[in-house]
């Protein structure tokens, strides 16, 4: 089955403990993304990367680190996670950024920092 | 960069009736104009898209209309039914290729 994967879904941390948020899909994407879903503020990119080992920022990409070192991976780190990164993470994928082509999102973590 | 506004944020209807959301775009290069809906608790997904060589494009119930000079486009559901509740999101895909730049979203509300 084609899919999105994402583990943990949900967590709960303290400030400042290091968590890596990982996603995974099956279908040969080149393009994978972050997005972080708040109330009021749809879904905001993070990162974002076109193809192995090419990562780039999206909109709000502070405190956050990524990295593509398989064409079917790519973990969120947060380094050092504060309480304004409390929200609701997607990862999502697709066949290639440009074009224009159908994004495929995970289930989502919910991530609580206290 | 690019923007997207999404008009209204929330949307109350009767089931039968129809509803409409309407999203602006500020970059005039964008050329994919896709629509989601997320179900509470579950993850955005593609309900319909539309490119901008093309106008209008219709899937039994739902339809989405584009209009490049004056860069906005339409969601349209007709026939609405209390399963069409949901938050739908539209979205504008930049020039580069990199990002999808989404609408802040518009809850649905159906009642029968």
């Known amino acids: 089955e084609a899919q999105v994967t994402q583990n943990p879904r949900y967590l709960i941390t303290v400030t400042g403990k290091k968590l890596t948020v990982t996603c995974s899909q099956n279908m040969n994407h080149e393009y994978m993304s972050w997005y972080r879903q708040d109330p009021g503020l749809g879904l905001r990119q993070i990162y974002y990367s076109m193809n192995v080992e090419v990562t780039d920022k999206g909109d709000v990409p502070e405190g956050y680190k990524v990295s593509r070192k398989e064409k079917r991976n790519f973990p969120l780190i947060l380094e050092s996670p504060s309480p304004n990164q409390t929200s609701l993470y997607f990862c999502?994928?697709?066949?290639?950024?440009?074009?224009?082509?159908?994004?495929?999102f995970g289930p989502g973590t919910r991530l609580t920092v206290t | 960069g690019e923007n997207v506004e999404q008009h209204p944020s929330t949307l109350s209807v009767q089931e039968g009736d129809s509803a409409v959301i309407k999203c602006t775009y500020s970059d005039s290069a964008s050329n994919y104009f896709p629509w989601y809906k997320q179900e509470l608790g579950k993850r955005p997904q593609l309900i319909i898209d539309?490119?901008?060589?093309?106008g209008e494009k219709k899937d039994q119930r739902i339809a989405v209309t584009l209009n490049k000079t004056a860069k906005h486009f339409s969601l349209h559901i007709t026939e609405t039914q209390p399963e069409d509740s949901a938050v739908y999101f539209c979205a504008a895909h930049n020039q580069a290729g990199t990002a999808l730049i989404f609408g802040k979203g518009t809850t649905l509300s159906v009642s029968s």
């Open positions: 539309i490119r901008s060589n093309v």
């Open positions: 999502a994928s697709s066949w290639e950024g440009q074009g224009g082509y159908e994004q495929y």
